[in-house]
Structures are given as structure tokens and as C-alpha cells.
T-cell receptor, first 106, second 113 residues
């Protein structure tokens, strides 16, 4: 059983498209992270949020605590956004989704 | 990377040999974690530490041991490496000041042949 489910698992988009990645979780949480991992690379935290919405440049993250759901949006996608995006929630421990592999084609 | 480094970055070792991976932090954070990342499984917790000499098991701790003799170093040891331990290992720290923010190390790619 996975405490964190992400969709889609794989996503291919044309440059400039608006992208949404979804995350649902089944445990009570104190916070949620969206992480980014480039191929062969380390893991970078994009957002940590516990309510509402956060925005960094072209990235927007939202969370609905009542529905146990979060979304990561990328506006005007670019090939450099190609990476694996991982949703992780902080409950009594850190639970990770298996990631969404995003490829943005020029 | 926000004061956390892992070594080595890459290692190939033979089955049955001992291997130690090192995670070093420079910011005096109390909580440190070791994860492994495998296709289809995401990140899974091996062990974590909540202070010097204070450690506890995660969900995939079998075959691994850890030590934390000083705040800045958290060591992960495979006493007798097996092929199933071929993986990418990530260390992470939890920020004491920034609430529940986490920073990950760059990872160690371990291959057991």
C-alpha cells in the first residue's frame, strides 16, 4: 500500500504547454514537499507547503488538506523542466511518491 | 548543497565485502536520514538519527547499520554487500530552524557485483 500516489507516472509535453502533476495521500500530514530530480542528479526541494498555494517563477503548488490532495503546475514549460517530480509528505515519518517523469520536447 | 555532502559519489564493490557511505553536514542539524532509491519504489527510509548516538530503523533497515558519533557525520554501513543493495543512496537533513524543510545530498550510486 502506498501512502502517497502520484499521477501521471510519465508525462510528455510540448514546450510552452501548461503541465499539472497530481499527488494524493492517505495519512495525516504536517507538511508536503514537491521535489525535483534531474537524470543522474540530486534531489532538490521545490516547495514545502502545509496549506493554500505557493508560487516560484513558473512553478505553482497547491494543497487541499481536507481532500488530501496536492498539485504541481508548470506554466510555459521548457525542456529544462524535464525531470522527475516527487511528492513527499511528512507524517510520523517522510512518505514518498514514486515520482512523475516529465519530458518537455522543444 | 546547503552544507551536506555524501561520499563516495560512485562505488562498485563485490558481493560479501563491507561498504561504508558517509554523509557530512556543516550546519549542526539534529536529524539525519539515509534513503535508498530504486525504480518503481521511490525513496525508502533505511535508518535515521535524531542526535549523536541516537539512531532508529526505517522500513528497509535489514542488512544495514548506521553510526553517528558526532553531529556532522552519519555513516551507513553494509556489513556484507549483496546484489540487492545495488541502489542509489541519499542522505538528508531536516532543518531545525525552517520547520520541516529538508535538504538532500547528491546521492551515492552503489553497484554490488
Amino acid at each position: 500500500k502506498n501512502e502517497v500516489e502520484q499521477s501521471p507516472q510519465n508525462l510528455t509535453a510540448q514546450e510552452g504547454e501548461f503541465i499539472t502533476i497530481n499527488c494524493s495521500y492517505s495519512v495525516g500530514i504536517s507538511a508536503l514537499h514537491w521535489l525535483q530530480q534531474h537524470p543522474g542528479g540530486g534531489i532538490v526541494s521545490l516547495f514545502m507547503l502545509s496549506s493554500g498555494k505557493k508560487k516560484h517563477g513558473r512553478l505553482i503548488a497547491t494543497i487541499n488538506i481536507q481532500e488530501k490532495h496536492s498539485s504541481l503546475h508548470i506554466t510555459a514549460s521548457h525542456p529544462r523542466d524535464s525531470a522527475v517530480y516527487i511528492c513527499a509528505v511528512i507524517s510520523n515519518q517522510f512518505y514518498f511518491g514514486t515520482g512523475t517523469s516529465l519530458t518537455v520536447i522543444p | 548543497d546547503a552544507g551536506i555532502t555524501q561520499s563516495p559519489r560512485h562505488k562498485v564493490t563485490e558481493t560479501g565485502t563491507p561498504v561504508t557511505l558517509r554523509c557530512h553536514q556543516t550546519e549542526n542539524h539534529r536529524y539525519m536520514y539515509w534513503y535508498r532509491q530504486d525504480p518503481g519504489h521511490g525513496l525508502r527510509l533505511i535508518h535515521y538519527s535524531y542526535g549523536v548516538k541516537d539512531t532508529d530503523k526505517g522500513e528497509v533497515s535489514d542488512g544495514y547499520s548506521v553510526s553517528r558519533s558526532k553531529t556532522e557525520d552519519f555513516l551507513l554501513t553494509l556489513e556484507s554487500a549483496t546484489s540487492s543493495q545495488t541502489s542509489v543512496y541519499f542522505c538528508a537533513i531536516r532543518h531545525s530552524v525552517l520547520g520541516y524543510g529538508y535538504t538532500f545530498g547528491s546521492g551515492t550510486r552503489l553497484t554490488v557485483v
